[in-house]
T-cell receptor, first 114, second 113 residues
Framework: DAGVIQSPRHEVTEMGQEVTLRCKPI?????LFWYRQTMMRGLELLIY????????DSGMPEDRFSAKMPNASFSTLKIQPSEPRDSAVYFC????????????FGSGTQLSVL | GENVEQHPSTLSVQEGDSAVIKCTYS??????FPWYKQELGKGPQLIID?????GEKKDQRIAVTLNKTAKHFSLHITETQPEDSAVYFC????????????FGTGTRLTIIP
């Protein structure tokens, strides 16, 4: 298996633009997680899906952030409009079932909002 | 919610020596404690985990100990090697409300050849 695949690896955009991050989880995994990593706040859970249904979105910063999982093999995280403070590394992770299983992380998307 | 504190933030160890990273957690209901290793430019990778029904777990050069009374757990790496250089994160999950994995702030470990 190729592991969790994220795209793009790097994204540079201007403030106010829409940004879409993509994730393909490991086949057969039922849970998908979006994390944000910054120096100041470390690794933060943004949202967690189980069987394509959002279970916990309490970490989504505000209405500018939205996440979807239309099927078991694809998820998106959208920021609209983007702001400089959104600059961070965004990780997608998947697990067989829930948070008590090994999480497999993708390589992340480095987002820079100018 | 859960609060996980991790110390030290940076650690330099001579190759071959041991390294110890410590974490404390706030929620006494927490019962699952994984450790992740993050190499430069990569996502975190699980290296070992422990559940609250045991006090220690070992996997080759890596071991984790758990003290439920004191609410702290530690990662021990023996016979360190250059490839152990990375950032290490502890984490905890509690049963309270929605289960959520809360990460510590990370320890940058540098192995000095």
């Amino acid at each position: 298996d190729a592991g969790v695949i994220q795209s793009p690896r790097h994204e540079v955009t201007e403030m106010g633009q829409e940004v879409t991050l993509r994730c393909k989880p490991i086949s057969g995994h039922n849970s998908l997680f979006w994390y944000r990593q910054t120096m100041m706040r470390g690794l933060e859970l943004l949202i967690y899906f189980n069987n394509n249904v959002p279970i916990d979105d309490s970490g989504m910063p505000e209405d500018r952030f939205s996440a979807k999982m239309p099927n078991a093999s694809f998820s998106t995280l959208k920021i609209q409009p983007s702001e400089p403070r959104d600059s961070a590394v965004y990780f997608c992770a998947s697990s067989l079932e829930g948070v008590r299983e090994k999480l497999f992380f993708g390589s992340g998307t480095q987002l820079s909002v100018l | 919610g859960e609060n996980v504190e991790q110390h030290p933030s940076t650690l330099s160890v001579q190759e071959g020596d041991s390294a110890v990273i410590k974490c404390t957690y706030s929620d006494s209901a927490s019962n699952y404690f994984p450790w992740y290793k993050q190499e430069l430019g990569k996502g975190p990778q699980l290296i070992i985990d422990i559940r609250s029904n045991v006090g220690e777990k070992k996997d080759q050069r890596i071991a984790v100990t758990l003290n439920k009374t004191a609410k702290h757990f530690s990662l021990h790496i023996t016979e360190t090697q250059p490839e152990d250089s990375a950032v290490y994160f502890c984490a905890a999950i509690s049963n309270f409300g929605n289960e959520k994995l809360t990460f510590g702030t990370g320890t940058r470990l540098t192995i000095i050849p």
